[in-house]
């Protein structure tokens, strides 16, 4: 591939061209000595010699490559005086391949690792199940211009590394890393709405910035820090929707728009008491249009995302509002929401049908793949059950559906790389005095699609919440560890820790080992929750674990204080064979949290189907 710059002579060219060359083309280099450079330091450029060099002792090279600029074109010389990355629009022969985003955010050594922790372990782990080009390259892009965005990313990094060591992940002094980071992000985003106000900053940055510090106060347990945060994208999206035309939005603001929707369907799934989500007709979800197949399987999960969302905020509204299924918005998304899940299903199959072997065999899509099945099948069961609002026995139909559930979920490395290889005898419910072990746990790279069963097409609006978004349960919830008994999560963890915003694998799971009678299929799905230590936005998979382990046991009249086994596995009892052996009247209707994340501490109100209320206080 060649290049042709037009000639012109450096000297013909003032100050004032040369900057708008560098700003046209974004033209940037490294400059320096010859000795600064090649020792990849920050050179302070004085002439002859730099003082970097000589006062430490060594031979400064001078600056031969600066000496050159003379003879090359205006564009060249223009890029030895800003110090990055050199970017000249041409005409490629040939298909480009995008520069990856260089290692080097700033001077400041640690706020260089920090960005360096961020680019190889925290991304790709945010990016596990699909690929994300607004945050492997928008948003990787904008931290070298954007101060808000850098301080920000710096701030997410540094909390996922303490999630990740034994460090405390919160500290109280004023000169914290993450705090610092956090608060200068805070300071600079005020800068950017100021600027976007005034039309000098578009709408995209200022989005980028909540979705960055929405997903901060999420992994720090600030629930409704997080939620405001996530409010405010949500308002200036819609704002902004609805002063473009139709066609104006541009591909990443489209892609900015799917992130904070799966913010959004995360705080319907999960509302704490001091954060409930807030159920109105102001700003009704879209419903989707299904097309006839999906290309990639990350339009299929924007479009599931969107018709989960909608059936959780015609369920969220209905509880609300006894006149509801009146009004005609609540009407027109409820009627076309139901029909909607088939279509879906049959343009995700014919995708996968029609996927060219190099895409069957990528571990990452079928991932992907594997948790968009997880979660259509636990939307059907909520919607067919209905959501246990009649009766808690109805669930008991969708004993295969759960199974279907954690079986996929057991072929995912990214949640079973920690469980142990056990002989699948053990999964058999107790007979006698027996007592059965963990079940086999062995994933699979690529695994066969497991069918999936039928389950009957939606009906009637029952209520969908996961954890319910009603903030006055029966009884109070426990606050400290004086209102009840305390029970502590086992020792053993993970030796790795996974942060991810995507659609949920946690969500499955939850409602499986809550609403699954079924001994053995939901300590299964405790003990995934358990061993995969994971954070997904609101969600955390230990912490959920220990919530459902203490409806477990409630249901099952065992002792509270009963510890988790080997490899986090509840021993079963002889008295609760399967699902009929938990009466209707024992069984939990409704949970309601209360989190403390600085001290791991989850406060948690059961109600239970006969009308009483039992308070637990659970460590994670």
Not at 267 to 278: I, K, Q
């Amino acid at each position: 591939m060649s290049v042709t710059f037009e000639c012109h002579s450096l000297l013909a060219m003032d100050e004032h061209q040369l900057r708008q060359l560098e700003r046209q083309h974004k033209l940037r280099v490294k400059t320096g000595c010859e000795t600064c450079r090649a020792r990849r330091v920050k050179c302070d450029e004085t002439k002859p010699e730099c003082l970097r060099c000589t006062k430490t002792g060594r031979k400064c090279e001078g600056y031969k490559h600066v000496n050159t600029a003379r003879h090359v074109s205006p564009s060249t010389a223009a890029s030895y005086r800003n110090s990055a990355f050199l970017v000249v629009p041409q005409k490629p022969t040939s298909p480009s391949i995008p520069k990856p985003p260089t290692r080097s955010l700033s001077p400041d050594a640690m706020e260089n690792r920090s960005f360096y922790f961020f680019q190889t372990h925290t991304l790709p782990k945010w990016t596990e199940f699909f690929d994300s080009d607004l945050w492997s390259q928008k948003i990787m892009q904008l931290s070298h211009t954007e101060p808000a965005i850098k301080h920000g990313i710096l701030a997410l990094s540094t909390m996922h590394e303490r999630f990740e060591n034994t460090s405390p992940v919160f500290t109280s002094t004023s000169n914290d890393f993450a705090f610092v980071q956090y608060s200068r992000a805070v300071k600079h985003s005020n800068d950017l709405l100021r600027a976007h106000s005034q039309g000098r900053v578009d709408v995209e940055k200022v989005l980028i910035a909540c979705i960055i510090f929405t997903c901060y106060e999420n992994l720090a347990g600030n629930y409704r820090a997080a939620n405001m945060h996530l409010r405010n994208g949500l308002r200036i999206l819609n704002q902004h929707k609805r002063g473009v035309a139709p066609e104006a939005p541009t591909e990443s603001q489209g892609s900015i728009g799917d992130v904070l929707y799966r913010f959004d369907l995360q705080a319907m799934t999960f509302s704490d008491n001091t954060s409930p989500y807030e159920y109105g007709f102001d700003n009704p979800p879209d419903v989707p249009q299904i097309p006839a197949i999906y290309t990639t399987n990350s339009d299929a999960r924007n479009d599931l995302v969107a018709l989960m969302r909608c059936m959780m905020w015609v369920s969220g509204i209905a509880n609300i509002n006894l006149n509801a299924t009146d009004n005609p918005i609540w009407l027109r998304i409820y009627m076309q929401v139901v029909t909607l899940f088939d279509p879906w299903e049959r343009a995700f199959d014919l995708y996968q049908r029609s996927m060219p072997p190099h895409e069957q065999g990528d571990p990452k899509i079928y991932a992907g793949n594997t948790l968009l099945k997880m979660s259509l099948i636990m939307t059907r069961i909520i919607i067919a059950a209905g959501a246990g609002s009649r009766t808690e026995m109805a669930w008991d139909t969708f004993k295969d559906s759960f199974k279907t559930i954690v079986d996929l979920a057991e072929t995912l490395p990214v949640l079973t790389a920690h469980l142990p290889p056990v002989s699948p005898e053990a999964s058999t419910p107790p007979s006698g005095n027996s007592t059965p072990q963990p079940p086999s746990s062995r994933h699979r790279s690529i695994a066969p699609n497991p069918a999936t069963p039928s389950v009957p097409s939606p009906t009637g609006s029952a209520s969908t919440t996961v954890f319910s978004p009603n903030t006055s349960p029966t009884a109070p919830l426990a606050t400290s560890p004086s209102d009840t008994a305390s029970y502590p999560v086992s020792k053993r963890k993970p030796a790795s820790f996974s942060p991810s915003f995507e659609l949920s694998p946690i969500v499955p799971l939850f409602v499986t080992a809550c609403r699954c009678r079924d001994p053995v299929l939901r300590r299964r799905a405790i003990t995934i929750l358990m061993n995969c230590r994971r954070r997904e936005g609101v969600w955390d998979s230990v912490g959920a674990a220990m919530v459902a382990l203490q409806c477990i046991k409630l249901e099952e009249g065992m002792d509270p204080g009963i510890e988790l086994g080997a490899d986090h596995w509840l021993p079963i009892t002889t008295k609760c064979r399967d699902s009929s052996s938990v009466e209707e009247r024992k069984r939990v209707q409704d949970v309601f949290v209360s989190v403390n994340m600085a001290d791991r501490q989850i406060g948690v109100n059961y109600l239970m189907r006969s009308g009483d209320a039992f308070d637990r206080y659970v460590k994670f």
